[in-house]
T-cell receptor
């Protein structure tokens, strides 16, 4: 139980294009999901907290117009990297909180984004 | 602000060796402490946690004790297996509002037969 999936697992795109990454809780409902970014040999950095049906809360320094987050249902949150540039290349990981369950985040396997 | 520092890897051990991965933290108040493990190609999984000082978290032979006096939460295992090869992340949660996690950089463990 408590499985979180991400799609795609990897994506390569051209500079200037937009890329959408999906995060799904497969067997539970998640009112809250989190989006992280991980650079090589560095820790996971929280980008934003996504709440179902409301606007995401972004961490300081994260451009909300650059990284669009939508949490339209209890099982799906999406992260769209708009007008991607090479410096956006990174590993993006989502996690989900089980609604009404223990205060524990369940993590997806991550998405590797490479912008050429 | 909160921060977590863990030893850099990779840590290379032979099977059945003793494992220690050091983790220290800086936080206000009384955080909860976690160890997550990431196996190749998979997402992070919670390995163990401790929510207050002197608590010991344990799972799958791994242990870590919440030491407030030294602000540490070192991960130990008495006898590692090849299947323990993974990246281990120490993390803390300030317990305020959502369970926002602050992670260390991760330590890769490589266990050879």
């Amino acid at each position: 139980g408590a499985v979180v999936s991400q799609h795609p697992s990897w994506v390569i795109c051209k500079s200037g294009t937009s890329v959408k990454i999906e995060c799904r809780s497969l067997d539970f409902q998640a009112t809250t999901m989190f989006w992280y970014r991980q650079f090589p040999k560095q820790s996971l950095m929280l980008m934003a907290t996504s709440n179902e049906g409301s606007k995401a809360t972004y961490e300081q320094g994260v451009e909300k117009d650059k990284f669009l987050i939508n949490h339209a249902s209890l099982t799906l949150s999406t992260l769209t990297v708009t007008s991607a540039h090479p410096e956006d290349s990174s590993f993006y990981i989502c996690s989900a909180l089980l609604a009404g369950g223990p205060n524990e985040q369940f993590f997806g396997p991550g998405t590797r984004l490479t912008v050429l | 602000g909160n921060s977590v520092t863990q030893m850099e890897g990779p840590v290379t051990l032979s099977e059945e060796a003793f494992l220690t991965i050091n983790c220290t933290y800086t936080a206000t108040g009384y955080p909860s402490l976690f160890w997550y493990v990431q196996y190749p190609g998979e997402g992070l999984q919670l390995l163990l946690k401790a929510t207050k000082a002197d608590d010991k978290g344990s799972n799958k032979g791994f242990e870590a004790t919440y030491r407030k006096e030294t602000t540490s939460f070192h991960l130990e295992k008495g006898s590692v297996q090849v299947s323990d090869s993974a990246v281990y992340f120490c993390a803390l949660s300030s317990n305020s509002g959502y369970s926002t996690l602050t992670f260390g950089k991760g330590t890769m463990l490589l266990v050879s037969p």
